[in-house]
T-cell receptor
Framework: GAGVSQTPSNKVTEKGKYVELRCDPI?????LYWYRQSLGQGPEFLIY????????DSGLPNDRFFAVRPEGSVSTLKIQRTERGDSAVYLC???????????FGSGTRLTVV | AQSVAQPEDQVNVAEGNPLTVKCTYS??????LFWYVQYPNRGLQFLLK??????LVKGSYGFEAEFNKSQTSFHLKKPSALVSDSALYFC?????????????????FGTGTRLQVTL
């Protein structure tokens, strides 16, 4: 596609529920990144994929968070047993291999009530 | 570990005046440096990057940034601010000493500086 697409744009869920956030990167971009941005903060790294594999998942805060990219294109960020502290904007970005700049999506605003 | 500091939460400038948004970084090796801008309810947009070469980097919308290795800084500048430049600006760094050339790795972002340009 023309840009990085994230769905849904907004998600409200109840504490304890499971959510999935989807990212559709730019076609041909091999690297895909997930970041989380809390109010008044800069984006915080969660995980990045090179192809289908997670090259660095050191930013995932705990084992309730998991992400997959089974075919090396679309990625899904999964959050189990959501907590109010998970409320944030979840940003996805993609880049070509060796390219030093990312293209970001518009984000998914997750609100846990 | 790599880190970025943006010491100003907000910068206020009158339209037509020059603007500077400050950024300092810390890496163990050589840095790749970036500036991104974020408008309300929008994703981050790339402005410019420093990889190597000339210390003065020119980017989108008339912005530029100067890499200063001795001061570990990468301040964002624009000679004449516009009201439409009002937004949140993020500096980011990537430490190239920890990766192989040609592969991707994570950026570390600062906390952001809100630029307010008024008439």
């Amino acid at each position: 596609g023309a840009g990085v697409s994230q769905t849904p744009s907004n998600k409200v869920t109840e504490k304890g529920k499971y959510v999935e956030l989807r990212c559709d990167p730019i076609s041909g971009h091999t690297a895909l990144y997930w970041y989380r941005q809390s109010l008044g903060q800069g984006p915080e790294f969660l995980i990045y994929f090179q192809g289908t594999g997670a090259a660095d998942d050191s930013g995932l805060p705990n084992d309730r968070f998991f992400a997959v990219r089974p075919e090396g294109s679309v990625s899904t960020l999964k959050i189990q047993r959501t907590e109010r502290g998970d409320s944030a904007v979840y940003l996805c970005a993609s880049s070509e291999a060796g390219n030093y700049g990312y293209t970001f999506g518009s984000g998914t605003r997750l609100t846990v009530v | 570990a790599q880190s970025v500091a943006q010491p100003e939460d907000q910068v206020n400038v009158a339209e037509g005046n020059p603007l500077t948004v400050k950024c300092t970084y810390s890496v163990s090796g050589n840095p790749y440096l970036f500036w991104y801008v974020q408008y309300p309810n929008r994703g981050l947009q790339f402005l410019l990057k420093y990889i190597t070469g000339d210390n003065l980097v020119k980017g989108s919308y008339g912005f530029e940034a100067e890499f200063n290795k001795s001061q570990t800084s990468f301040h964002l500048k624009k000679p004449s601010a516009l009201v439409s430049d009002s937004a949140l600006y993020f500096c980011a760094v990537r430490d190239i000493s920890t990766e192989n050339t040609g592969t991707a790795s994570k950026l570390t972002f600062g906390t952001g500086t809100r630029l307010q340009v008024t008439l």
